[in-house]
């Protein structure tokens, strides 16, 4: 492929090839995806919509090396995904990507900066460095001043943003979003997909989520649709 | 945060459940060491038994007796350093099963030389050999019934009918060794001028000591061979020996006593098993987490396994801590009736024994929860809700 004069080249951040998914159920295969062709640059914020059994988290599983492709290639960064092991997988997904799930996931007998503190322990930072990092982490959601409280001591929208300050502590390149809204009330709905505009435009990070929610996905740059496990 | 303290948090997440695994732990680790106390007291009198002693007894049966002529015919036998004898006189004092005590006739002089562990003040020892029919009492059995030099003591004979009477002259103790200090002793011409004819001149054993206790095979087969065409052949050997002989016709019950100890250890896997399934299955969603971020299934397994390993560290100490009174309690209750037993009879070894196998069987209970914990993958376990 050629490029402009003063273009620079840009290789995707995700690249997708001839990705397909099936589970096996006893003697039954259940195809998830098929033939998944996809491409999302550095830096970009794009939605995924769909039916419920459409392949959506299972796409999203896949981008970020929670699962591997029956067929077919997943790459992110440039590495094949699916020609790791599964302790260089957890390594690169300690590094590189931050999850945020629909209820939260926070561990209810941590406080919050416990909870936001867990991806550090997989660093090699000090106990005093990972405190300055989680307490950066919980300013920029809003909750520095919550830090000792346990996850049910906070409302749903605040333990969302415990969570997504858990999913930035570690400065990962790659965001995945699954559902974030799905659990929360308009108001705090919103407050978590204003967090994410501020993550992906100030910080820059590649955020890629999955929702039922129209009004989340309207935030997004992109928003693409899968049907029955093929993208559309 | 540390990994120490997520583990901390992880096992305070149900206080009450903790604390009832631990109790009922603790109660097992309690069994176990209870029951291998039992166990050791039955072992105990062989472990201590002196290496220079043989014990010559009839071949036919540890109950039958010998002749008194077979005395200064052993004491003939190359090897022979010194010798004296004995007989079960079995004497009870009361009515109670609970008053009984173990009994015995000597030869006193020879009896103070043999059995040199016994601790006898000397002007005691004059008192007793004195005597036709004084006493030499274990520290433990006068301390027992409030007995003293001076005090006269009379036993129902049940091997030897009739009431016997006897004057205590001296309270012995033991340094080491296989006596316990819960017996009475007293002398044999005492009982035998009062012995018929056909029962007179006659006794249990012979206990004998060598002079190098490195030949004490060919001195017992010395003295066997000796007797081996005589009415009454012998069977001799080492003291450890004929007392793991006489262990071993309790052999049944030592049997079931350990396999009971055993019983208590798989009651804890399976308490401890149960409670870690429950907490791990209860926390599938929060583990995959963990996975997702990054944590690598060895780490997920090793925070499982020192959960295990607090809750068994938590009941092996609770445990070692409360078996030792429950322990007190039964010795002080039956340990007249085997033969007289220390108070304080427990060893370090069988606390952490107690320790250690609660502690194994712990981590051992831990292991199925901890590889179902990584077994389900990462994606399927976040949508799992508790």
Same mark, same amino acid.
Request: net charge negative.
């Given at each position: 492929m050629s490029t402009a004069p003063g273009q620079e080249a840009k290789s995707p951040l995700i690249r997708l090839r001839g990705v397909s998914k099936a589970y096996r159920r006893g003697d039954i295969v259940v195809p998830v995806l098929e033939n998944v062709d996809l491409d999302i640059e550095a830096g970009a914020f794009e939605a995924f919509m769909g039916p419920s059994g459409s392949g959506k988290s299972t796409l999203l599983n896949l981008i970020s090396g929670l699962d591997r492709p029956t067929t077919g290639v997943v790459e992110v960064g440039g590495q094949d995904l699916a020609r790791m092991s599964d302790k260089e997988l957890s390594d690169w997904r300690a590094g590189h990507v931050g999850f945020v799930f629909q209820l939260y996931?926070?561990?209810?007998?941590?406080?919050a900066a416990e909870n936001v503190e867990l991806p550090l322990l997989?660093?090699?930072?000090?106990r005093a460095e990972r405190r300055e990092h989680v307490a950066a982490a919980l300013e920029v959601v809003g909750l520095g001043h919550r830090m000792g409280h346990r996850p049910p001591q906070l409302s749903g929208g605040e333990q969302q943003r415990v969570a997504i300050a858990r999913a930035i502590v570690t400065d990962p390149d790659l965001l995945i979003a699954d559902e974030?809204?799905?659990?929360?009330?308009r108001k705090s709905a919103e407050q978590v997909l204003d967090l994410f505009e501020v993550l992906h435009h100030e910080l820059h990070k590649t955020l890629v989520m999955v929702t039922h929610d129209p009004h989340a996905a309207e935030r997004a740059d992109l928003v693409r649709h899968l049907e029955k496990g093929l993208l559309q | 945060m540390t990994f120490g303290r997520l583990v901390w948090k992880d096992l305070l997440r149900n206080p009450l459940r903790l604390v009832l695994t631990v109790l009922a732990g603790a109660v097992g680790v309690m069994a176990f060491i209870f029951l291998r106390t039992v166990v050791d007291l039955f072992y105990s009198s062989a472990e201590s038994a002196q290496a220079d002693r043989l014990f010559t007894r009839a071949k036919a049966s540890i109950t039958a007796d010998l002749p008194l002529s077979y005395l200064p015919r052993i004491s003939t036998v190359p090897g022979v350093d010194d010798i004296t004898f004995y007989g079960f006189f079995g004497g009870r004092y009361g009515d109670s099963q609970r008053d009984f005590f173990g009994s015995a006739f000597v030869d006193p002089p020879s009896f103070m030389r043999v059995f040199d562990e016994l601790v006898v003040a000397p002007r005691e020892v004059a008192a007793f050999q004195a005597d036709p029919c004084g006493a030499l009492i274990g520290k433990e059995l006068a301390k027992r019934y409030g007995w003293k030099s001076g005090d006269r003591v009379t036993l129902q004979g049940t091997i030897y009918p009739g009431e016997w009477t006897f004057n205590v002259r001296g309270i012995y103790d033991v340094r080491?060794?296989?006596?316990?200090?819960n017996s009475l002793f007293f002398p044999y011409r005492c009982l035998n001028e009062k012995l018929p004819d056909e029962r007179k *001149?006659?006794?249990g054993a012979f206990m004998v000591r060598v002079e190098d206790p490195s030949r004490s095979a060919a001195v017992s087969s010395a003295v066997d061979a000796m007797f081996a065409n005589s009415p009454y052949p012998t069977r001799t050997e080492s003291e450890r020996a004929a007392t793991l002989g006489f262990i071993s016709m309790l052999s049944a019950i030592i049997t079931a006593v350990q396999v009971v100890a055993t019983v208590i250890l798989l009651i804890i896997l399976l308490v401890i098993g149960n409670t870690l399934a429950m907490s791990v299955r209860e926390r599938t969603r929060d583990l995959s987490t963990l996975r997702a971020m990054g944590f690598k299934s060895g780490r997920v397994v090793m925070l499982v396994l020192f959960e295990s390993l607090a809750i068994g560290l938590c009941s092996g100490g609770l445990g070692v801590l409360i078996a030792p009174p429950l322990v007190r309690g039964f010795v002080a209750v039956v340990g007249s009736q085997m033969g007289g037993l220390p108070? *304080?009879?427990?060893r370090e070894g069988t606390l952490v024994l107690g320790v250690l196998a609660a502690v194994g069987v712990s981590l051992l209970a831990g292991i199925i929860p901890a590889w179902r914990a990584v077994r389900i993958p990462v994606a399927e376990g976040l949508r799992k809700v508790a």
């Open positions: 996931n926070l561990l209810p007998v941590l406080t997989l660093t090699p930072l000090s974030p809204t799905g659990d929360l009330d | 080491t060794g296989s006596l316990d200090t *001149d006659r006794v108070a *304080d009879f427990m």
